[in-house]
């Protein structure tokens, strides 16, 4: 049987099997090569990843629990699509949890912990790919998350934190100046940590959210507004 999925060319796969295939999944979700919708057989992926069943299944589990891919009882796995309700939803979320998250952050963050994230924001400047720039701002915010030292909110915002990478793609679609204006954001917020300023902190991480949040958004109604023209 010849794999039916628009999977991008498969790297070696250096870690354990099903951390690999969880991996190189959310990338191609991300990326869009696995655009919403599509239909996630684990025979045909298992075929084409080279690999055994059982970390397909165990992979696709993963990403459910994440919210990038939703287990259907008659179509199995799907790859989730975005919706304004949900945007709004995890946004809502998020502004809340976030300033609770850095205000103690900011007085727990280790001097290590600020130059990665640091570290990470000039690489974010200097990253051409969209993709890659995705996966370093994931990082620079997990880096952040983890200063404060309540676990249990730091794992809340790390699942929200798969999904809103998808609206964090969808920001960029019609906005270039999007993540230009993230990243002055990000060195703004690395400002703050290192000057111990939690209200200021706080208020670059809403400003930062809410400026994704209408970038997605603008780019959802638009969507919205194409399927309805095309009926």
């Known amino acids: 049987m010849t794999a039916k999925l628009p999977l991008p060319p498969v790297q070696g796969m250096a870690r354990t099997t099903q951390a690999s295939v969880t991996h190189y999944l959310r990338q191609a979700i991300l990326s869009g090569d696995l655009p919403p919708g599509t239909r996630l057989v684990q025979a045909e992926l298992a075929e084409a990843l080279k690999v055994s069943v059982t970390p397909i299944r165990e992979a696709l589990r993963e990403l459910s629990t994440g919210g990038l891919i939703d287990l259907d009882a008659f179509r199995g796995a799907v ?28 007085q727990e963050i280790t001097p290590e912990a600020l130059e990665r994230a640091a570290v990470l924001a000039k690489q974010m400047e200097k990253e051409p790919d969209q993709l890659t720039w995705v996966g370093l701002n994931r990082q620079f915010h997990e880096v952040l998350y983890q200063a404060h030292p309540n676990q249990r909110l730091q794992q809340i915002l790390q699942q929200l934190a798969d999904v809103a990478d998808l609206y964090i793609n969808l920001s960029f679609a019609d906005n270039p100046l999007q993540r230009s204006s993230a990243d002055r954001e990000h060195n703004l917020l690395v400002e703050a940590y ?30 919205r507004g194409d399927r309805h023209r095309s009926r």
Request: net charge negative; charged share 20%; hydrophobic share 45%.
């Open 194 to 223: 290192r000057q111990r300023d939690s209200d200021q902190a706080a208020a670059i991480a809403v400003d930062h959210i809410n400026s994704t949040l209408e970038a997605a958004r603008s780019v959802l109604h638009g969507h």
């Open 79 to 106: 790859v989730h699509t975005p919706t304004l309700h949900e945007l709004e939803e995890i946004f809502e979320i998020r502004v809340v949890l976030l300033p609770l998250n850095i205000r103690q952050g900011v």
